[in-house]
Nanobody, 111 residues
Framework: QERPVESGGGLVQSGDSLTLSCGVS????????VGWFREVSRKPRDFVAT???????SYAGAVKGRFTISRDNAKNTVNLLLTNLKPDDSGVYIC?????WGQGTQVTVSS
């Protein structure tokens, strides 16, 4: 299966916002679940957020209230809005669409 492609990462300061995008070539509304994970160095990937087919979302406790996951069916993307960013939010953000992983986009938050 074709890998999802992430974009939108960058270097920002504490308190800033970013929008990450996860794009696929197929109909994103048909995906059972799309999730975002964060990878730091060689540690296990941390769950960040997920959205399932019926639109329900869930978040890791550390990001709840600051991050918002949403699906854009017209563009076949799932976006992750990151607000009030903290240095601990830094890492490679990786999208997974029905068990197919992307390569990630780097987010670096300076203090």
């Amino acid at each position: 299966q074709e890998r999802p492609v992430e974009s939108g990462g960058g270097l920002v300061q504490s308190g800033d916002s970013l929008t990450l995008s996860c794009g696929v070539s197929r109909n994103i509304s048909e995906a059972k679940a799309v999730g975002w994970f964060r990878e730091v160095s060689r540690k296990p990937r941390d769950f960040v957020a997920t959205i399932v087919r019926d639109g329900r979302t869930s978040y890791a406790g550390a990001v709840k209230g600051r991050f918002t996951i949403s699906r854009d069916n017209a563009k076949n993307t799932v976006n992750l809005l990151l607000t009030n960013l903290k240095p601990d939010d830094s890492g490679v953000y990786i999208c997974v669409v029905d068990d197919v992983w992307g390569q990630g986009t780097q987010v670096t938050v300076s203090s």
